[in-house]
């Protein structure tokens, strides 16, 4: 078996070379982080040794992210690591080779290998589990050529065996209590019976009428709320489409061209005509493509037009922009050198890097454009804007500030007006919660008790019955809030009001079932095995993560000047 597989990767390693290409690649790019140990300027750091390689090598950093990157393809099945992922991993992987050869792990036997190539998530099928097929076509997913030797393959996979063994002595048995199995046992198999009470909190729409005291009240407690963002005061040298579409006339073959490449944008319409008062013959299978085309054809000349005139448009900002600089105008003679060529500019309403200006429809694009500018760049380069082209004249930059009151007046009324809105829901919501509650105590069916609370408070609230459930098999539309709720309720208790979105849930346990658990049972046996590798793996991979900034800690560099 041993020897098929290493003659498998012995033959097929194109994809293995194409992988360490790239990763060889970004490792050149790496920036030198003392957090991180990979990287560098080889000229300001003579050495950087860690454990058995120098960190300041590219010859050695290119040799463990190569080693890693093979590693994780074949255990989890693809390259599921961004590049700083890669590189802990990498440094991990050295720190743990280094605690193998320290503590004498020899490299795995014949049946050793093979048992360990049948856990890698390169070889497993849609289960989980080794899959010959998804082996077979893995092999045959490599193209015969040797670029490099079966060994490299086999040597990654005896390393990661090795490392696995490590991980294993660091994160010991994975000690727990019977009770820690026996709790995740009870929470996920738990039978639940549920009633549900939905409140539509959309359609709750009490009168709300603060007084200007609670206003301005509301305003100095929530003041962060309104605090305005850096504004551009800003203008704006407009060239328009429209003002050019007389300079535009398409002919009929660049028309008709343009149709023949557009047809979906221009469908003929349903009566189509070939020619003024000649309609097409209603119910005929097939329509003329000439009387289609007349029929859109005026459609189709406008919208040639407009894009050539956006394009116009376009192009004359750019050249204005561009003589703007060619001829080192200032802010002081920017309004002479527009009157010489007979164009204005016009004012925008200050506007924040978030919400644009609203004359151009509120777009970040010319926002970010306007936030580029300042006194020594006063004018940007053209712009596309809603009907044409712009370029964009700061004038200023406006700090951070707190508003007056009376500014954001209408803003601080209808925050206050929701928050009141939100608190009353919630509160009627336990008025609902209490009725429901001593309602069901004196034998009232849950749906009839839900009806009465609802009428009584003002509410809109619908009565849900599930089916019964268990945690390991939630149903697909319940709310992950009622999910959360469950922890902390027993068999009859009824729940406080959970708002979640535009809903105010309220959960009525029905009944509680709670598994008979055995600790001899499989469901048990599996469970702490997996609880004990789970918490195994985590001690683990929390020493190794201690080990690797250790050693780097104590290698720090002396940067040379």
Same mark, same amino acid.
């Given at each position: 078996?041993?020897?098929?597989?290493?003659?498998?990767?012995?033959?097929?390693?194109?994809?293995?070379?194409?992988?360490?290409?790239?990763?060889?690649?970004?490792?050149?790019?790496?920036?030198?982080?003392?957090?991180?140990?990979?990287?560098?300027?080889?000229?300001?750091?003579?050495?950087?040794?860690?454990?058995?390689?120098?960190?300041?090598?590219?010859?050695?950093?290119?040799?463990?992210?190569?080693?890693?990157?093979?590693?994780?393809?074949?255990?989890?099945?693809?390259?599921?690591?961004?590049?700083?992922?890669?590189?802990?991993?990498?440094?991990?992987?050295?720190?743990?080779?280094?605690?193998?050869?320290?503590?004498?792990?020899?490299?795995?036997?014949?049946?050793?290998?093979?048992?360990?190539?049948?856990?890698?998530?390169?070889?497993?099928?849609?289960?989980?589990?080794?899959?010959?097929?998804?082996?077979?076509?893995?092999?045959?997913?490599?193209?015969?050529?040797?670029?490099?030797?079966?060994?490299?393959?086999?040597?990654?996979?005896?390393?990661?065996?090795?490392?696995?063994?490590?991980?294993?002595?660091?994160?010991?048995?994975?000690?727990?209590?019977?009770?820690?199995?026996? /709790? &995740?046992? $009870?929470?996920?198999? %738990?039978?639940?019976? @549920? =009633?549900?009470?939905? +409140?539509?909190?959309?359609?709750?729409?009490?009168?709300?009428?603060?007084?200007?005291?609670?206003?301005?009240?509301?305003?100095?407690?929530?003041?962060?709320?309104?605090?305005?963002?850096?504004?551009?005061?800003?203008?704006?040298?407009?060239?328009?489409?429209?003002?050019?579409?007389?300079?535009?006339?398409?002919?009929?073959?660049?028309?008709?061209?343009?149709?023949?490449?557009?047809?979906?944008?221009?469908?003929?319409?349903?009566?189509?005509?070939?020619?003024?008062?000649?309609?097409?013959?209603?119910?005929?299978?097939?329509?003329?493509?000439?009387?289609?085309?007349?029929?859109?054809?005026?459609?189709?000349?406008?919208?040639?037009?407009?894009?050539?005139?956006?394009?116009?448009?376009?192009?004359?900002?750019?050249?204005?922009?561009? /003589? &703007?600089? $060619?001829?080192?105008? %200032?802010?002081?003679? @920017? =309004?002479?050198?527009? +009157?010489?060529?007979?164009?204005?500019?016009?004012?925008?309403?200050?506007?924040?890097?978030?919400?644009?200006?609203?004359?151009?429809?509120?777009?970040?694009?010319?926002?970010?454009?306007?936030?580029?500018?300042?006194?020594?760049?006063?004018?940007?380069?053209?712009?596309?804007?809603?009907?044409?082209?712009?370029?964009?004249?700061?004038?200023?930059?406006?700090?951070?500030?707190?508003?007056?009151?009376?500014?954001?007046?209408?803003?601080?009324?209808?925050?206050?007006?929701?928050?009141?809105?939100?608190?009353?829901?919630?509160?009627?919501?336990?008025?609902?919660?209490?009725?429901?509650?001593?309602?069901?105590?004196?034998?009232?069916?849950?749906?009839?008790?839900?009806?009465?609370?609802?009428?009584?408070?003002?509410?809109?609230?619908?009565?849900?019955?599930?089916?019964?459930? %268990?945690?390991?098999?939630?149903?697909?539309?319940?709310?992950?809030?009622?999910?959360?709720?469950?922890?902390?309720?027993?068999?009859?208790?009824?729940?406080?009001?959970?708002?979640?979105?535009?809903?105010?849930?309220?959960?009525?346990?029905?009944?509680?079932?709670?598994?008979?658990?055995?600790?001899?049972?499989?469901?048990?046996?599996?469970?702490?095995?997996?609880?004990?590798?789970?918490?195994?793996?985590?001690?683990?991979?929390?020493?190794?993560?201690?080990?690797?900034?250790?050693?780097?800690?104590?290698?720090?560099?002396?940067?040379?000047?």
């Amino acid at each position: 078996m041993i020897s098929w597989i290493q003659r498998s990767f012995q033959h097929h390693m194109r994809w293995v070379f194409a992988l360490l290409l790239i990763v060889t690649i970004i490792s050149f790019v790496f920036i030198y982080n003392p957090a991180s140990g990979i990287g560098g300027d080889e000229q300001a750091v003579a050495r950087r040794q860690f454990f058995d390689i120098d960190l300041v090598s590219a010859a050695d950093q290119s040799r463990i992210l190569n080693d890693a990157a093979l590693s994780v393809n074949l255990q989890i099945g693809f390259m599921g690591f961004t590049e700083t992922q890669l590189q802990e991993f990498a440094l991990q992987r050295v720190a743990a080779l280094h605690l193998a050869d320290l503590y004498r792990l020899g490299n795995p036997g014949p049946d050793q290998f093979t048992d360990f190539l049948k856990t890698l998530g390169a070889f497993a099928g849609a289960d989980g589990q080794f899959d010959a097929a998804a082996y077979a076509n893995f092999r045959s997913s490599l193209a015969a050529g040797g670029t490099l030797p079966e060994s490299e393959i086999s040597r990654i996979i005896s390393e990661d065996w090795r490392i696995d063994r490590v991980q294993k002595l660091l994160g010991g048995p994975g000690y727990l209590l019977e009770n820690e199995v026996r /709790d &995740l046992l $009870d929470r996920a198999d %738990t039978r639940w019976t @549920l =009633n549900l009470a939905v +409140a539509d909190f959309a359609a709750f729409a009490p009168e709300i009428s603060p007084s200007e005291s609670e206003l301005t009240t509301f305003f100095q407690n929530n003041l962060f709320r309104y605090e305005i963002p850096p504004q551009v005061r800003a203008s704006y040298v407009s060239f328009t489409a429209a003002d050019r579409m007389g300079l535009v006339e398409p002919t009929a073959e660049e028309v008709r061209s343009y149709y023949e490449i557009n047809r979906a944008r221009f469908p003929a319409p349903a009566t189509s005509t070939a020619a003024e008062g000649a309609p097409s013959l209603a119910g005929a299978e097939a329509t003329s493509p000439d009387a289609d085309f007349a029929a859109v054809e005026a459609t189709v000349r406008q919208a040639i037009r407009a894009e050539r005139a956006q394009r116009l448009a376009i192009a004359d900002a750019s050249d204005f922009a561009f /003589d &703007l600089y $060619d001829s080192r105008v %200032t802010p002081d003679g @920017l =309004n002479a050198f527009l +009157a010489a060529r007979n164009l204005t500019r016009q004012p925008l309403v200050p506007f924040s890097q978030t919400a644009g200006p609203a004359e151009f429809g509120g777009s970040t694009t010319v926002a970010q454009e306007a936030f580029r500018l300042g006194p020594q760049k006063f004018y940007s380069d053209a712009i596309t804007v809603p009907g044409g082209g712009a370029v964009l004249i700061w004038e200023e930059t406006l700090p951070v500030r707190q508003p007056l009151f009376i500014e954001v007046r209408d803003q601080v009324l209808a925050d206050y007006r929701e928050n009141e809105r939100r608190r009353l829901f919630v509160e009627r919501g336990q008025q609902v919660r209490e009725s429901i509650r001593q309602a069901l105590a004196g034998g009232t069916a849950f749906a009839d008790a839900v009806s009465s609370a609802a009428s009584a408070a003002g509410l809109q609230i619908t009565a849900r019955s599930p089916e019964p459930f %268990t945690l390991r098999m939630p149903p697909a539309d319940l709310d992950s809030s009622v999910l959360g709720a469950l922890d902390r309720m027993d068999a009859g208790q009824v729940s406080e009001m959970i708002v979640s979105g535009t809903s105010g849930l309220i959960v009525h346990t029905a009944a509680r079932e709670s598994p008979q658990i055995s600790t001899d049972s499989l469901a048990y046996i599996d469970e702490r095995n997996q609880l004990a590798r789970d918490l195994a793996a985590y001690s683990g991979n929390s020493h190794m993560a201690e080990i690797v900034n250790a050693e780097l800690a104590r290698t720090e560099p002396e940067v040379v000047p």
